[in-house]
């Protein structure tokens, strides 16, 4: 440890210089010149978490994508409606998930889906040998599930969330979510299962063809 | 099934969650022990959980595109007024003629940051003034802001297990180092930004590097870590530094 040594070679000394370059007057010195946004950093530091969320809960990084770059315009735009900056991870979360409902029902006008083999390839391609195969049919699976199934699992296993958290953030009444939680879990596994079935059934036909 | 039944699936996710109380927990663990296929099925749930977080961590570890960060900086900033920013300019203007000046006032040469930053750290405390960690806590962020002419301040990263060793300070440039839970050195590397947005994680020199740069500082995290902890270091670095 190079600093186990230097921390005691080095007692704290004035190793400063004081004098001209020293500011005693917050007002005087450079750094209020360069004072950043407190609002646009604490952005930024929530963005690889939302756009983990988003991603997880639309199934498609382009999508997502497009959802973090409409959230931060927004989140820009209303940002006098956040009293405290502690909660503006939930509440970019609720600005996203308004956003992707908004998007669902365009595209149901449209007709166009989402494909979720790409996401599923890339998180395969990304999990440790062993988890690969599991991780592919667990991405399949999640996109099978409702959206109210989707996004408390997600709230729970992946942002890991408190019920008290996720009460507050989706404005339901703790029983709800612990209820709600219960039944995504069941019908998580239940997805789990015919997915495994599917590709086991699929490897035994292309067996018996060789 | 009575086991299950006198205690409910709601208890065995919200057991499973870490969410219920001691004695529901010592209930749950009993029945679990009497029951092998509820125990199973926990399993399997527990087992669902533990690779949702693991599928989907990856995703929050690829860099942001960079006019996000720009994007949120520049709408953010308040506009200054033409008299702060007359002021400004007045007192640049009356410190112009010092050496001085200049140090303060200039953005730093582009350069590679992070080599800037590896070299730092493989030279240790050579060609800079080093500050060992003690109680005054309040001397480092002075001496952070006049070294770096940024309204920063040391991040704590106690939270994770990283204690605060030193600060060491070059001409326009520091360097604050921790030691992790298992004595890993975690160096940030912390200097004024040419102005432009960046931010990459990466590896070099064995290293896992995380840059994060805004228009006005420039920070390069190193240590020898998991991307998944560079990406929980390096946001609690960041929003320590500038808060």
Known sequence: MR????????????????????????????????????????????????????????????????????????????????????????????????????????RKRRGSECDISELADQLELSAPAPDNSATRELIRAVDRLNMEHRQILLLVS???????????????????????????????RELMQSETAQVISLADRKASRE | MNNLNAIGDEDLHAYIDGALGEERVAAVRDALAKDPALAAR???????????????????????????????????????????????????????????AWRYYAPA???????????????????????????????????????????????????????????????????????????QLFTLYVRRSDGSTRFDQFERRGLRICIWQDDQISTVMAGNISAAVMQRLATLSYTGLTS
Request: proline fraction near 5%; aromatic fraction near 6%; hydrophobic fraction near 45%.
């Open chain 1, 3 to 106: 600093y186990a040594e230097t921390v005691q070679c080095h007692e704290a000394g004035p190793l400063l210089q004081t004098g001209p370059t020293a500011y005693h007057d917050d007002a005087a010195r450079p750094s209020a010149i360069a004072m950043s946004d407190p609002f646009a950093d604490a952005l930024v530091a929530q963005l690889p978490g939302l756009r983990r969320y988003a991603t997880a809960l639309v199934g498609n990084r382009a999508l997502a994508d497009d959802l973090v770059q409409d959230c931060i315009e927004r989140a820009l735009g209303q940002q006098t409606q956040l009293r405290d900056v502690a909660r503006l991870a939930p509440w970019l979360r609720r600005i996203l998930y308004h956003l992707y409902i908004d998007e669902i029902r365009r």
């Open chain 2, 42 to 100: 926990v399993a399997l749930f527990q087992a669902d959980k533990a690779l949702l977080k693991a599928a989907y961590a990856p995703l929050a570890e690829h860099p942001l595109p960079s006019e996000w960060i720009a994007r949120a900086h520049k709408k953010a900033r308040p506009q200054r007024d033409w008299r702060r920013a007359a002021a400004i300019a007045a007192a640049i203007l009356v410190v112009a003629g010092t050496p001085l």
């Open chain 2, 109 to 183: 040469k582009s350069g590679d940051v992070v080599e800037e930053a590896l070299n730092a750290r493989q030279d240790g405390a050579q060609g800079a003034h080093y500050l060992a960690a003690n109680d005054q806590a309040r001397r480092y962020d002075t001496a952070l802001r006049q070294v770096v002419a940024s309204n920063v301040r040391i991040p704590d990263l106690s939270r994770m297990g990283y204690k605060f060793r030193g600060l060491n300070l070059y001409d326009k440039a520091a360097e604050i180092v921790y030691q992790g839970p298992r004595d």
């Open chain 1, 158 to 188: 992946v942002e890991e969330l408190s019920y008290r958290e996720i009460a507050d953030e989706l404005e339901i009444p703790l029983g709800t979510v612990m209820s709600r939680l219960a039944r995504a879990r069941e019908r998580l």
